[in-house]
């Protein structure tokens, strides 16, 4: 799968273009900024499609748990003591505290810190301090959220009277995250945040092969050839590729023992909120976009994984290579987001532009307005 995307992307290269959208698209600066637009985003979509929560490896065993909020929902996604992976509102059933404060770890029990009250890994309601001074209740554990697993990624909904219908969502994205072995993978569990504006300021580095090579010349884009990006799109997901400089040793035909993930990297962009970087090779780094509750507050939750378990040398190769990472997106692609978030108001009721050569950002821009029809 990965030989045929190299051999487009060598195309791309030899002819000097990158695969392109049919012409330039405006988008409203106050797509950005607006409150009714970012409330339809959150209720039309957020709160309704599948949204990938996890990947089956972060939760390998009974026990391990990554949590998040996201549109203001807290969520905890847990492998049970049955071996089901469930996805539960980190909310507590006796006042609503948070069962966990971690953002990742392994437990038997989710104990709420405010009372005690303990759920098992099922989510099932186990204990209750001073049960019999308490009263009855009618109980049955913490909220549970439709849940399913497809190519060792985690898909949920927002809604828990929702329905997951995974071969129209993914509309064959499932087979290209499949090539990527999902589940052989480890996460070095050291999570990294990074603040933005807007969640879509922040989709749109993701989905954008035209600022490699500029925003980044002196970082992660010394290596790259900027705008000659291939463009797949599953549905509403885009699948991204971005070829490397030494592409241009590749010659046609010409086998190589080398792995593809030295001539490219690659983005599956998982619509609406998730960025999974690279797969095709060792490493991986997955980027949840988690929107908050208001407009302007958003936070990116981004962990690295390795082929390998992060243990003995390994911890501290996966901790440096993490703030590499960290300094990059927090230097140049926040710190350039914050200054747009900072125009909008400057720009008004202005638009900005998307370029022929930026299919993926339009693929972004166009699925969310077909969601979000106003009036
Ligand atoms: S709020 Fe959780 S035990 Fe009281
Ligand atoms: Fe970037």
Same mark, same amino acid.
């Given at each position: 799968?990965?030989?045929?995307?190299?051999?487009?992307?060598?195309?791309?290269?030899?002819?000097?273009?990158?695969?392109?959208?049919?012409?330039?698209?405006?988008?409203?600066?106050?797509?950005?900024?607006?409150?009714?637009?970012?409330?339809?985003?959150?209720?039309?979509?957020?709160?309704?499609?599948?949204?990938?929560?996890?990947?089956?490896?972060?939760?390998?065993?009974?026990?391990?748990?990554?949590?998040?909020?996201?549109?203001?929902?807290?969520?905890?996604?847990?492998?049970?003591?049955?071996?089901?992976?469930?996805?539960?509102?980190?909310?507590?059933?006796?006042?609503?505290?948070?069962?966990?404060?971690?953002?990742?770890?392994?437990?038997?029990?989710?104990?709420?810190?405010?009372?005690?009250?303990?759920?098992?890994? /099922?989510?099932?309601?186990? @204990?209750?301090?001073?049960? &019999? =001074?308490?009263? +009855?209740?009618?109980?049955?554990? %913490?909220?549970? #959220?439709?849940?399913?697993?497809?190519?060792?990624?985690?898909?949920? /909904?927002?809604?828990?009277? @929702?329905?997951?219908?995974? &071969? =129209?969502?993914? +509309?064959?994205?499932?087979?290209? %995250?499949?090539? #990527?072995?999902?589940?052989?993978?480890?996460?070095?569990?050291?999570? /990294?945040?990074?603040?933005?504006?807007?969640?879509?300021?922040?989709?749109?580095?993701?989905?954008?092969?035209?600022?490699?090579?500029? #925003?980044?010349?002196?970082?992660?884009?010394?290596?790259?050839?900027?705008?000659?990006?291939?463009?797949?799109?599953?549905?509403?997901?885009?699948?991204?590729?971005?070829?490397?400089?030494?592409?241009?040793? #590749?010659?046609?035909?010409?086998?190589?023992?080398?792995?593809?993930?030295?001539?490219?990297?690659?983005?599956?962009?998982?619509?609406?909120?998730?960025?999974?970087?690279?797969?095709?090779?060792?490493?991986?780094?997955?980027?949840?976009?988690?929107?908050?509750?208001?407009?302007?507050?958003?936070?990116?939750?981004?962990?690295?994984?390795?082929?390998?378990?992060?243990?003995?040398?390994?911890?501290?190769?996966?901790?440096?290579?993490?703030?590499?990472?960290?300094?990059?997106?927090?230097?140049?692609?926040?710190?350039?987001?914050?200054?747009?978030?900072?125009?909008?108001?400057?720009?008004?009721?202005?638009?900005?532009?998307?370029?022929?050569?930026?299919?993926?950002?339009?693929?972004?821009?166009?699925?969310?307005?077909?969601?979000?029809?106003?009036?």
């Amino acid at each position: 799968m990965f030989d045929e995307l190299l051999s487009r992307l060598r195309d791309n290269v030899r002819r000097g273009l990158p695969d392109q959208a049919e012409q330039p698209m405006r988008v409203p600066a106050s797509a950005y900024s607006d409150p009714e637009q970012f409330e339809r985003e959150m209720n039309e979509i957020f709160l309704r499609v599948p949204l990938m929560v996890a990947l089956a490896c972060e939760v390998r065993e009974p026990g391990d748990y990554v949590a998040f909020d996201l549109v203001g929902r807290p969520l905890v996604v847990v492998r049970g003591d049955d071996g089901r992976i469930r996805t539960l509102l980190n909310v507590c059933r006796h006042r609503g505290a948070k069962v966990t404060d971690e953002v990742c770890g392994t437990a038997r029990r989710l104990t709420c810190p405010y009372h005690s009250w303990s759920y098992d890994t /099922t989510g099932a309601l186990v @204990g209750v301090p001073g049960r &019999d =001074t308490f009263g +009855d209740i009618d109980v049955g554990g %913490l909220v549970e #959220l439709p849940t399913e697993v497809r190519s060792g990624a985690v898909f949920a /909904t927002l809604d828990p009277d @929702g329905e997951l219908d995974l &071969d =129209t969502w993914l +509309d064959g994205l499932d087979d290209s %995250l499949a090539a #990527l072995r999902l589940d052989e993978f480890h996460p070095y569990r050291t999570p /990294t945040y990074l603040d933005s504006p807007n969640w879509k300021l922040s989709a749109d580095g993701y989905l954008d092969g035209y600022h490699i090579g500029y #925003l980044h010349r002196n970082t992660i884009g010394r290596k790259a050839i900027t705008n000659r990006n291939t463009y797949d799109f599953f549905g509403p997901h885009v699948r991204i590729g971005f070829a490397a400089k030494a592409i241009e040793e #590749l010659e046609p035909d010409m086998p190589t023992d080398r792995p593809v993930s030295d001539f490219m990297s690659l983005v599956h962009y998982v619509f609406p909120n998730v960025s999974l970087s690279g797969g095709h090779g060792d490493t991986l780094m997955m980027s949840r976009l988690l929107p908050g509750p208001a407009v302007g507050e958003s936070r990116t939750l981004q962990f690295q994984f390795y082929r390998e378990p992060i243990v003995g040398d390994m911890v501290a190769v996966a901790e440096e290579k993490r703030q590499t990472y960290e300094a990059v997106v927090r230097d140049e692609d926040c710190a350039t987001i914050f200054e747009i978030g900072a125009a909008l108001r400057a720009v008004g009721d202005g638009h900005f532009i998307f370029g022929r050569n930026e299919p993926g950002n339009q693929h972004l821009h166009q699925t969310i307005a077909e969601h979000t029809p106003h009036g």
